[in-house]
Antibody
Framework: QVHLVESGGGVVQPGKSLRLSCVASQFRFSNYPMHWVRQAPGKGLEWVAV????????NFAESLKGRFTISRDNSENKLFLQMNSVEIEDTGVYFC?????????????WGQGTRVTVSS | EVVLTQSPATLSVAPGERATLSCRASQSISINLAWYQQKGGQTPRLLIY???TRATGVPLRFSGSVSGTEFTLTISSLQSEDFAVYYC?????????FGQGTKLEI
């Protein structure tokens, strides 16, 4: 059974940085693009970013370009989200998600999420 | 960017009755639309993909349909465990977007 475990969340001040991690297991991590999705408190789901299987292609939600970076380490089955210059609006739960296939497929597996709170 | 508009925002239905949830796309997304169920504080669960295909393990009472850019999720006979928030999501191109959700309540 696919297992995704996020970590790295916490309380961070506006303008600071935070790095989220997602450890994958029980599937061949390097065969799948991976995504980050977030959810603000009491709000809906928002797609954040995607990275290709080999890490050479990345795409971000337009509003986040320039502040967030996505990366992966296939040797350790890990996905990362580097959050820079965080804003109050970045508060929420961040999920890593695996699509069922390659690009343009839905998410069949999600992590439990890691909570980020941006507050002074 | 594709905008997905879900309606209604909240749907009150009695157990055993039918629930119909809608998701309208602002432009063509073929059938590249999924439905997810999210219960309070939990991870979203994939229910339907390709507009009408049930994901593994999803009960038969859940069904999806497509007509152009209008997508519908129908739950034929509501069980107590079905009361949750439902999101549609397109995966036709970047950026993927989600609808704002429909809360299904008793």
């Amino acid at each position: 059974q696919v297992h995704l475990v996020e970590s790295g969340g916490g309380v961070v001040q506006p303008g600071k940085s935070l790095r989220l991690s997602c450890v994958a297991s029980q599937f061949r991590f390097s065969n799948y693009p991976m995504h980050w999705v977030r959810q603000a408190p009491g709000k809906g789901l928002e797609w954040v970013a995607v990275i290709s299987q080999d890490g050479t292609y990345r795409n971000f939600a337009e509003s986040l370009k320039g502040r967030f970076t996505i990366s992966r380490d296939n040797s350790e089955n890990k996905l990362f989200l580097q959050m820079n210059s965080v804003e109050i609006e970045d508060t929420g739960v961040y999920f890593c998600a695996r699509p069922s296939g390659g690009y343009y497929t839905p998410y069949d597996s999600w992590g439990q999420g890691t909570r980020v709170t941006v507050s002074s | 960017e594709v905008v997905l508009t879900q309606s209604p925002a909240t749907l009150s239905v009695a157990p055993g009755e039918r629930a119909t949830l809608s998701c309208r796309a602002s432009q063509s997304i073929s059938i590249n639309l999924a439905w997810y169920q999210q219960k309070g504080g939990q991870t979203p669960r994939l229910l339907i993909y390709g507009g009408s295909t049930r994901a593994t393990g999803v009960p038969l009472r859940f069904s999806g349909s497509v007509s152009g850019t209008e997508f519908t999720l129908t739950i034929s006979s509501l069980q107590s465990e079905d009361f949750a928030v439902y999101y549609c999501q397109h995966y036709n191109n970047w950026p993927y977007t989600f609808g704002q959700g429909t809360k299904l309540e008793i």
